[in-house]
């Protein structure tokens, strides 16, 4: 089967500007998390969706939102980007409660300049 | 606060060798455990997952213990080979949401010929 999906791969932009990350979960998982994994910080938890609802948030500022959709693709958003924000972003997907292991994409590679 | 601690340097042994990697934590109570193996640039990978009432689960050359008492897990890898040379994730549930995944920051081993 398909895995986790994410584009675009790769993405380079400018401090101020905003940015939308796409994720495709595994057919028939409704749960998609969002993580950011950086050299220091390692991977930290953005929020977690299920069946279009935000169940869960981590400690991240208001410039970083996201979104479900009925099809259980998921979205994140982040707005006014700063230096700090170059990452690679992760999302993985789970059936039901992430009991049976989270199936992680490639990642967006971020690059804020 | 919660957390999760593993060896941040790099673990080197040579192949055939058995690679042990430890994850300890602190204030959880989390109901399991999940391995992960991330290599670079890619997302992290679901290995194995022990529940809270398992001493000891195997796959393969895998094996994972866990210690509820001592609060710590152990990843075996037995019979090393080259092709083992990533970085390691532990991964615990929040006490207040199992929806949201805890990751360790990762012990990178590097199994040589």
């Known amino acids: 089967k398909a895995g986790v999906t994410q584009t675009p791969r790769y993405l380079i932009k400018t401090r101020g500007q905003q940015v939308t990350l796409s994720c495709s979960p595994i057919s028939g998982h409704r749960s998609v998390s969002w993580y950011q994994q950086t050299p220091g910080q390692g991977l930290q938890f953005l929020f977690e969706y299920f069946s279009e609802t935000q169940r869960n948030k981590g400690n991240f500022p208001g410039r970083f939102s996201g979104r479900q959709f009925s099809n259980s693709r998921s979205e994140m958003n982040v707005s006014t980007l700063e230096l700090g924000d170059s990452a690679l972003y992760l999302c993985?997907?789970?059936f039901g409660q992430g009991a049976y292991g989270y199936t992680f994409g490639s990642g967006t590679r971020l690059t804020v300049v | 606060s919660q957390k999760i601690e593993q060896n941040s340097e790099a673990l080197n042994i040579q192949e055939g060798k058995t690679a042990t990697l430890t994850c300890n934590y602190t204030n959880y109570s989390p109901a399991y455990l999940q391995w992960y193996r991330q290599d670079p640039g890619r997302g992290p990978v679901f290995l194995l997952l022990?529940?809270?009432?398992?001493k000891e689960k195997r796959k393969e050359r895998l094996k994972v213990t866990f210690d509820t008492t001592l609060k710590q897990s152990l990843f075996h890898i037995t019979a090393s080979q080259p092709a083992d040379s990533a970085t390691y994730l532990c991964a615990l549930p929040l006490n207040t949401g199992f929806q949201k995944l805890v990751f360790g920051t990762g012990t990178r081993l590097l199994v040589s010929p």
């Open positions: 022990i529940r809270e009432n398992e």
């Open positions: 993985a997907s789970s």
